[in-house]
Structures are given as structure tokens and as C-alpha cells.
């Protein structure tokens, strides 16, 4: 296939972006037309639904969108694998446990009390996914450096830990609790205030600021670790601090809206297939359409079931798996074609 | 350039490597003989700082080799695998571009190099192509050539080196004459050469110097006319060999 350039994808990823916020603005179990200048009541309302929940929402949706797809690009470019996505390393499962213990557990202990403007719940997910990720990187993590492989293998095992933790939990929450875990798991960015979006804002757009100075070593740990490091990479130093990164963001992004699926998987996929596995244009490319594709979703959500609101993880999954079955297929075909090549 | 003093390598109990010794000087081409399983590859990698040894120690252009980082080391010293291990879709242009990462050379000298490593390996028909979908000879030789555009040139005063393990195991006749001839003509150019080979006859045509390995310790050291000796190959290889000299080249040429 031939390939775009890079700054071509940028530009009309840039283009995209305005178009797609102010379709989210539009879309939602009522249609708003933006740049209305009359005053009557219908107006000020819209105005109010527009500023106060529509906006917040969307740029929620575009930082979490991005966030996620930034984290698979590094999480595919460390692990050398186009399957891998955030969850490999116990993040999302962590996240859930943590949850779903504050909701369960916590209920008694804090009521629903919230602090700075985020819930407890988001930052019982926040020490389940920096927990289990520790966890996984210290079972991976031997003295002459962190095996990839180990930490496959130490993700599934302590994502199956979080996954028992997370049922046991249910078991023993009542229906009110168990409906409120199973539509955290979900995602949804309907609790998106200003509070929340600039706290997002701040801390993952800062935090994704620092991603792309990794993009020279991601594109050398393609060759395989060995090569990177004959290349001049500190290897070793880079995974640890790619991991750590990775984990502090993918944890505030699932603490703040539930595990949102796929995105984080099928984006860089989809990106690369038009531009190719460089990183340099990959990292921010991802950045741009995760924020487009999330706040299409969330749009989708909102506007599908309306004026009820379908969880955000099932648009994104919904979307995701045939899109990403299409796209084996599509790989298996070029390769039968290829003559096993 | 390169001093490889008394090295010992474990794997667990088992010895790999016992007590050798090796020197590469700088333009001097060396070619590393023997049996699977003999330490070719572990030399190579105690080389190139990827294995640390149990006992002995490294040298390169004066410097011990574990004190180097990883970015000084890769300015004068490239590394071919046996394998690659490359599944993402690079182009082939993009690959040979991945030799200059150590290098702050700018865009336009890199570009030059790059294509100068692409005609030299005989792929740069290919540049446009992707480079997962090539056959197992043009991966090798697409490699090869990101592997040397890494020390295309003298940076400064520090030797290069290039360590290969098995460049020619997939090409086909012409391509490994083109590697022979490439080897010597890099060799020339200043840039020093350690590599493993099977093939004694291409072995004899490219080395300055050859050492013959079994079990973990050397052999023997020498130019292709004192190594390659048919009591001694048979000792160390199981076969009898047949020597002449090549007509051409002058070169010891071996028949089984």
C-alpha cells in the first residue's frame, strides 16, 4: 500500500480535530446548532448544556483518546508486538480491582464524598493500576535487566490475580454496588466536569509532552533489544522509564473515565498501516486520531441510544473488534499472497 | 583495536568459552572457523560487550569495552546479528536509516551513506520496498548494509569495527563474492572486521587473519595458508579436506 506522508496525516488530522469537537458539541439526545444569538429561554439552556457538559466531555474524550493511543504505541513498540496494547502490563485490570474494592469496601468508609474534585473510586483505580503494574515489573525485573518476555507472562498472571480480586468483589457487593462496577468497567465520560477535564488536561498533557523524545529508541528497539542497544540505546534504561510513563498515564486516564477498550490497541494500527512504523510521525499521529476517534465514539454513545447513553466501552468495542478483524484478515491475505513470506 | 585477553564464559556449569585470546587490528579482517556449538557466536558477543565474560577482559581502542556507553561504543562499533528479529513494516530505505541513530551527522550526509550501504549490499533496487516482505537472502543483505552504514566513516580518531555473525548464510553465490569483496574493500577503507563463517573457501578469499575454533578454545591463530592445514581441519571438523591453491588468487581452496 502506498504510504501517506507524515505531515500530510498531520495536517488532516489537525483539520479533523475542530471538526470533530464541534460535531460533539452538535451531537446528543438533542441537536444543538451552535452560534445561535437569540436570547430566549431554549437558547440559554442549550447554551448551558453546551459550556458546562458538552465541552467538558469532549475534551475529556480527545485527552483520554489520546492518552490511550499514545500508550499503545509505546506499549507496542517495547514489547515488538502490533497485539499489545496497555492492558498487557496489568494497568486496566489493576485498575478495576481497585475500583471495585473502593466501591464495594469504601462505600461504608468514605460515603461518596469526592477530593478535588475526583472520587474515590478514581483513586482506588488509580493505586490498583500503579500497584498491579508494580507487581508485574518486579516479577519481570531481574539483575541484568527487565525481560519482555517475563513481563508477558507476569502481566497475564497478576491481570488473572486482579480478575479474581474484581469477581470476589462482585460476589459480595449488593445490586446497587454491583450495577456501579460493571458500569465503571464500562467507561464513561459522562462524569467529565471542568474540575476533572483540567486535571486531565494538566497532568496527561503534560505527561504526553515527554513521550515522543522516545520516538529514536522505539524505532532501533524494532530491530530487537540486542540491535537497539548496539545502536547506542541504554536499553534497559529506557524500558523502565517507558513503563513507568506509561503506567502513570494509562492509570489516571482509566482512574478518570473506567476502562475504555480498544482504542488504545486498533489507533497506532490504523495509523501505521497509513504512514508506517515510524515513531516519529506515529507518536503524535496516534495522539491526534485517539482523540478524534474517542470523541466520534462518545459522540456515537450519546446520539445512538438517545436521550439514554450507551457506555462508551461498548461504542469503542463495538467499533474496534470488526474493524480489527478486518484488518488480520487483510494482514493474513498479504501474507498467504506473499507465499508465507 | 579490539584485545579479547584469557576470557572464560559460563553458562550456568558449562564452559563456553576457555582462555581465549584475540586481537583485531584496525583494517585487519578476521574470520572466526569452526563446528556448531564451537563458541562462534559467544566470541562475537563477548565482542561486542553483549555477553559479559566470567573471566578476562575486553579491550577496545583502549578502553575496557564495560566501560563504554552504549552511545560512545555504538560511534565506532556495529553488530550483525544472526537473526533479525524485524516484524513491523519498514521500508528498506528506513531499515538501512536505523544504522545512523548514533550518529549527529545531519540528514543530508545521512541520506549519502545510506546509499552508498544500499548500492554496496546490492539492494538499493529495493529501497522503496517493504522490508518484511523480502526473501530471507535480501533481509540479510538489507541488514548488512544498516550494519555498516554505522561506520561507514572515521568519526574521529577511535578505530571502527564491524562484528558479523554469519553475513553470508542465506546469499547465494554472487552475493557472497559481493560480501567478500565488500568486507575487504570496508577493511581497506580503515574499518576493522570480525566474523563467523562456514564456508572455509570464502573464509580463505576475505581473511587477513582466521581463527579456528572447537570447543570453546582456540584452535588456531594465522593467515588462511597456516590455518587451514588438512590434518588439523580434520581434527577439528570431522572431514578430510583436499587443499590446492585457488589459480587465481593465489589462496588455499579446499575440496571434500
Known amino acids: 500500500m502506498k504510504r501517506t506522508s ?83 502490563i496489568g494497568v486496566t485490570s489493576g485498575a478495576s480491582a481497585g475500583a471495585s474494592f473502593v466501591i464495594v469496601v469504601g462505600a461504608g468508609l468514605f460515603g461518596a464524598h469526592e477530593l478535588l474534585g475526583v472520587s474515590f473510586v478514581a483513586l482506588g483505580a488509580f493505586v490498583g493500576a500503579a500497584l498491579s503494574t508494580w507487581l508485574v515489573y518486579r516479577l519481570a525485573a531481574t539483575a541484568t535487566g527487565t525481560s519482555v518476555a517475563t513481563m508477558l507472562l507476569a502481566g497475564i498472571a497478576i491481570s488473572a490475580l486482579a480478575g479474581a480480586l474484581n469477581s470476589f468483589f462482585s460476589f459480595i457487593a449488593d445490586n446497587h454496588m454491583l450495577r456501579q462496577i460493571s458500569l ?38 524494532l530491530l530487537g533489544e540486542s540491535e537497539a542497544r548496539h545502536l547506542g540505546i541504554d536499553v534497559d534504561r529506557i524500558k523502565v522509564q517507558i513503563i513507568v510513563l506509561v503506567a502513570l498515564v494509562v492509570g489516571i486516564a482509566v482512574s478518570l473515565t473506567g476502562t475504555i477498550a480498544f482504542v488504545g490497541l486498533v489507533t497506532p494500527h490504523m495509523v ?70 | 583495536m579490539l584485545t579479547l585477553d ?17 586481537q583485531v587490528a584496525a583494517a585487519e579482517v578476521v574470520v572466526v572457523l569452526g563446528p556448531n556449538g564451537a563458541g562462534k557466536s559467544s566470541l562475537l558477543k563477548v565482542a561486542s560487550g553483549e555477553l559479559q565474560p566470567d573471566a578476562g577482559r575486553v579491550m577496545f581502542n583502549g578502553h575496557s569495552l564495560g566501560e563504554l556507553t552504549p552511545a560512545q561504543k555504538a560511534l565506532h562499533m556495529a553488530v550483525l546479528p544472526q537473526q533479525s528479529l524485524l516484524t513491523f513494516p519498514y521500508t528498506v530505505e528506513e531499515v538501512v536509516q536505523l544504522g ?26 529495493l529501497h522503496q520496498q517493504t522490508y518484511t516482505h523480502l526473501s530471507g537472502g535480501e533481509k540479510q543483505r538489507v541488514q548488512l548494509a544498516r550494519v555498516l552504514a554505522q561506520v561507514w566513516q572515521q568519526e574521529d580518531d577511535w578505530s571502527r569495527l564491524v562484528i558479523l555473525d554469519e553475513p553470508t548464510s542465506a546469499l547465494d553465490y554472487a552475493h557472497q563474492q559481493l560480501v567478500v569483496h565488500l568486507l575487504r574493500e570496508r577493511s581497506q577503507q580503515g574499518c576493522g572486521v570480525l566474523t563467523a563463517m562456514h564456508d572455509l573457501n570464502l573464509a580463505a578469499q576475505c581473511a587477513d587473519k582466521l ?29 578430510r579436506f583436499h587443499r590446492v591453491i585457488h589459480p587465481q588468487s593465489g589462496r588455499p581452496w579446499l575440496v571434500n
Open chain 1, 6 to 88: 507524515r505531515r500530510t496525516l498531520v495536517a488532516i488530522l489537525m483539520l479533523m480535530l475542530p471538526l470533530c469537537l464541534l460535531l460533539s458539541l452538535v451531537v446528543g439526545p438533542e441537536l444543538i446548532l451552535p452560534f445561535s444569538t437569540t436570547d430566549s429561554p431554549q437558547a440559554v439552556s442549550n447554551r448551558v448544556i453546551i459550556e458546562q457538559i458538552r465541552l467538558p466531555r469532549a475534551l475529556m474524550a480527545a485527552i483520554i483518546g489520546a492518552t490511550l493511543a499514545v500508550a499503545g504505541v509505546m506499549m507496542q513498540g517495547l514489547f515488538r508486538n502490533p497485539l499489545a496494547d496497555p492492558s498487557l
Open chain 1, 184 to 221: 465503571w468497567q464500562m467507561g464513561s465520560l459522562s462524569s467529565a466536569s471542568w474540575q476533572r477535564v483540567i486535571w486531565a488536561g494538566i497532568l496527561l498533557g503534560g505527561l504526553l509532552c515527554w513521550f515522543p523524545r522516545y520516538a529514536q529508541a522505539l524505532n532501533a528497539l
Open chain 1, 272 to 341: 501505521r498501516l497509513l504512514i508506517g512504523p515510524d515513531h516519529r510521525g506515529l507518536i503524535p499521529c496516534s495522539a491526534l486520531a485517539g482523540a478524534i476517534l474517542l470523541m466520534l465514539a462518545d459522540a456515537c454513545s450519546r446520539f445512538l441510544l438517545a436521550p439514554g447513553e450507551l457506555p462508551i466501552g461498548v461504542v469503542t468495542a463495538a467499533l474496534g473488534a470488526p474493524f480489527f478483524l478486518s484488518l488480520l484478515h487483510r494482514q493474513r491475505a498479504q501474507i498467504v499472497h506473499m507465499g508465507g513470506a
Open chain 2, 6 to 22: 584469557h576470557i572464560d564464559l559460563l553458562a550456568g556449569d558449562v564452559p563456553i568459552l576457555r582462555g581465549v585470546n584475540l
Open chain 2, 100 to 125: 545512523r541513530t548514533p550518529h549527529d551527522s545531519g540528514r543530508q550526509l545521512d541520506a549519502v551513506i545510506v546509499e552508498q550501504a544500499l548500492r554496496a549490499t546490492d539492494v538499493h533496487f
Open chain 2, 211 to 239: 581463527v579456528l575454533m572447537c570447543c570453546g578454545e582456540v584452535r588456531a591463530v594465522g593467515s588462511p595458508d597456516e590455518v587451514l592445514q588438512e590434518d588439523l581441519l580434520q581434527e577439528v571438523f570431522q572431514v
